[in-house]
């Protein structure tokens, strides 16, 4: 059996040759290693073989899980955040992948003020339109912009997508090209700065990299296949 060191030794030999083919410098890129429905000892494997930057996209099993890995390990967020968990969640993350509405930030803000925490953000692009439940289309994301970076307790930092499931990992190329032009023309019409581009799964990661991706979310081509469960 292939082991997580293994693994995580692959994928990133993969995203260095992905920089190299888009002339990106790699230490631009960094692969958050996404461990849901997987025991802590998996986690605690790849934390050993070096890794420390994770990701989980469910509050309950991340507040059972974090607690029992080392507490150098550095866990952002990446599923979509039910107003309920914001709280518990706040002090357990250190960057929000999918901010997916105005009224979901509004909330964090407000208890990101009662808590004293800063959350650093990223806002979800629905780039599949219907296909996808979660992030903002395009114009409403125009739209509403102004309102987001109102909040004064988030710091904004970027976009994320999921692209819908293809199997060719080609077929995600036009959305990441999609979300990195909504990231380049709102930098410019918004006078902001949205450094960080999270797209590309174990699917598509090398693709998401030539097209811009300073983050890479990758589980199942480290940690192996999630047990099934109803819904991610
Ligand atoms: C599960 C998940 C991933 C990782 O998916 P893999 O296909 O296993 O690499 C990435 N992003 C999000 C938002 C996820 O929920």
Redesign the pocket.
Known sequence: MVSIAENLERVSEQITQAAAKAGRAVNEIEL?A?T?THPAEKVREAAEAGHTLF?E?RVQEARAKIPELPSHLRWHF??HLQKNKIRHALSLFELF??VDSLALAQEMNRIAAEDGERPRVLLEVNVAGEGSKFGFKGETLRAEIGSLLALPRLSIEGL?C?PPLAEEAEASRKFFVQVRGLRDSLEKEFDVKFPHLSMG???D?SVAVEEGATLV???????GE?PKRRK?
């Open positions: 958050v996404i849901k990701g996209s990446v599923g992948h999918g994320m999921i799964m174990t699917q990661f979310r990758v589980g199942t081509a480290i940690f999630r991610d």
